[in-house]
C-alpha cells in the first residue's frame, strides 16, 4: 500500500504535468501535450486528463487515423483478396 506522502506527491506532479499539458496544446505542440497528458494519468488519473488526451488525439489523428485504416484495408484485401475470391467463387 502507497504512503499517504507519496500520493500528494504523485497528486501535484500530475498537476503539474497536467499545466504543462494544457499550455502545449494551447501553443499547437501536440506532441508534447499528449506526452505530459499522459505522464499526468500515470501519476494520478482523473477524468479530465482523459478527455483532454482524447481531445488531443482525435484533433491530432483524425485523418492520421483514418489514412491509416483506409491503408490498412487495401492492404488486408490485397493480401486476403485472392484467398476471398477462391471463397467466393469470382463473382
Not at 5 to 14: Q, V, Y
Not at 76 to 81: C, E, K, V
Amino acid at each position: 500500500m502507497r504512503e499517504a506522502g507519496n500520493m500528494d506527491s504523485d497528486k501535484d506532479e500530475a498537476a503539474k504535468c497536467l499545466r504543462i499539458g494544457k499550455a502545449a496544446i494551447e501553443a499547437g505542440d501536440k506532441q508534447r501535450a499528449l506526452k505530459f497528458l499522459s505522464m499526468a494519468k500515470r501519476l494520478y488519473p482523473n477524468p479530465q486528463v482523459d478527455r483532454l488526451i482524447s481531445s488531443s488525439y482525435e484533433e491530432r489523428g483524425g485523418k492520421q487515423q483514418q489514412q491509416q485504416q483506409q491503408q490498412q484495408a487495401a492492404d488486408n484485401r490485397q493480401r486476403h483478396g485472392s484467398r476471398w475470391r477462391s471463397w467466393c467463387g469470382d463473382m
